[in-house]
């Protein structure tokens, strides 16, 4: 029973960890030249969300 409990998390994070890795290395290949406009739509994101924080 502990070992059944054990394993499904540890398998679950190793997923996570291979899409989040996947996913990192499709950003780079597909969105390198649009690297900067994608940052600043986030940065802008990130204020509009602190804005509404502060509100």
């Known amino acids: 029973m502990g ?4 394993n499904p998390p ?6 996570i960890t ?3 890795g996947f996913l990192y ?3 780079f290949a597909f ?3 649009r690297l900067n406009r994608i940052f600043l739509i ?4 990130i204020t509009i ?3 509404t924080i502060y509100l």
Do not use: P, T
């Open 3 to 6: 070992k059944m409990g054990k």
């Open 10 to 15: 540890i398998l679950l994070l190793m997923f």
């Open 18 to 20: 291979f899409l989040l």
């Open 25 to 27: 290395q499709l950003f």
């Open 31 to 33: 969105f390198d030249g």
């Open 42 to 45: 986030i940065n802008k994101i």
């Open 49 to 51: 969300n602190k804005l």
